[in-house]
């Protein structure tokens, strides 16, 4: 199914500008199509009070506006991320702002946080045929606006996912830093409902890694439930308007799974742990979620290997359990730090 998609629609979209195929497909999605692609309740993931039907996500950034709610709702993912919204409307760096590596099956991007402004997301997530639990994905340039989203958005979903971590605009990764951290985290963990997960950047030096060690510390203390590793990697590249932006898919890959695995020895499992970042197929989802991950997020690979990605994971997540002995999902998640501490 994969290698008709390439050859037909994917062909067809990359001749256009990355940012116009996107364009495309967002005018037809907003109307849900009939769902082929069924869960098996071995898949099924607890997250706290809450059941996802399956572990993979669609992750932030696909729809950032709420618009595309019906149609991805379809595609058999057990979330999907929206947003990443903004209080105000916004429009982003100029473009161009998406450059793809083919080869690599990698791509950056420096959208630079376009945004319709929580009033319209809003009003397009209600609009909405909703299908499968949706995670929204929040971001602000001060505490304030961070503080207002969240106020707003609790109320459409027990999940949230406050994103630290955009590498593309001079304040996105303002709170991951751990002072601004620290103080965001105070004031989210005293208004919470439900939960709260914070997206990350790629752990690349030693000073990323103590960073996010604190950060891991302050999750705990302020009772944030989990952690997205990772965003997109903070690259230069001189085809695009702004002149950097950050790296997605297969190239982030080992990236990610490092992250998630500094995450998980910090944790002391009381993290919930959702691994994002060049996950293609489902090998590279089980190793995310041995090493610790409850779910796994895609974007990249939607991208290069079209909407049957979520099904296929699936089925193979499901042949793999059978073939290494698990029950099911949960067996699996963690085993890496189980064997280890046996
Ligand atoms: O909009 C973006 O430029 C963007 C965001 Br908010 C993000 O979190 N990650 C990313 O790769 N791009």
């Not at 630079?112 to 997530?125: E, H």
């Not at 709170?175 to 965001?184: C, G, I, R, S, Y």
């Not at 691994?275 to 895609?298: H, M, P, R, W």
Request: hydrophobic letters at 40%.
């Amino acid at each position: 199914m994969n290698k008709i998609y390439e050859k037909t629609i994917r062909a067809l979209f990359f001749k256009f500008d990355p940012e116009k195929g996107h364009e495309i497909v967002k005018k037809f999605a907003r109307f849900p199509i009939p769902t082929f692609c069924r869960d098996t309740t071995e898949l099924n993931v607890r997250i706290k009070n809450y059941k996802l039907r399956n572990p993979v996500g669609l992750a932030a950034g696909f729809d950032k506006d709420a618009k595309m709610i019906s149609l991805l709702s379809s595609l058999g993912f057990g979330y999907l991320v929206i947003g990443s919204v903004l209080k105000q409307e916004s429009m982003g760096n100029p473009k161009p702002r998406i450059v793809r590596y083919e080869n690599e099956q990698s791509m950056v991007n420096s959208m630079g946080l376009p945004s319709v402004g929580i009033d319209k997301f809003v009003k397009n997530y209600l609009d909405s045929i909703i299908r499968t639990d949706i995670f929204i994905s929040i971001a602000g340039n001060t505490l304030k606006e961070f503080i207002d989203v969240y106020k707003i958005v609790k109320k459409l979903t027990p999940f949230i996912e406050l994103n630290l971590s955009c590498p593309n605009t001079e304040n996105g990764r303002l709170f991951q830093d751990a002072d601004n951290f620290e103080t965001l985290a105070e004031y989210v963990s005293k208004l919470k409902d439900g939960i709260i997960f914070v997206k990350v950047s790629p752990v690349i030096n030693r000073k990323d890694a103590e960073n996010l060690i604190t950060i891991v510390e302050l999750c705990k203390k302020f009772n944030i439930d989990g952690i997205t590793a990772v965003n997109a990697l903070p690259v230069k590249e001189k085809s695009i308007s702004v002149g950097y932006g950050g790296l997605s898919g297969k190239k982030i890959f080992n990236f990610m799974l490092n992250t998630i695995s500094l995450i998980k020895e910090y944790s002391n499992d009381k993290l919930i742990l959702n691994a994002c970042g060049g996950i293609f197929n489902s090998e590279d989802a089980f190793k995310a979620l041995i090493l610790g991950a409850s779910t796994v997020q895609v974007y990249t690979s939607l991208i290069y290997k079209g909407p049957c990605i979520t099904c296929e994971i699936k089925k193979g997540i499901n042949v793999l359990l059978k073939k290494n002995g698990f029950k099911n999902l949960e067996e699996v998640i963690g085993y890496k730090s189980k064997l280890s501490n046996k």
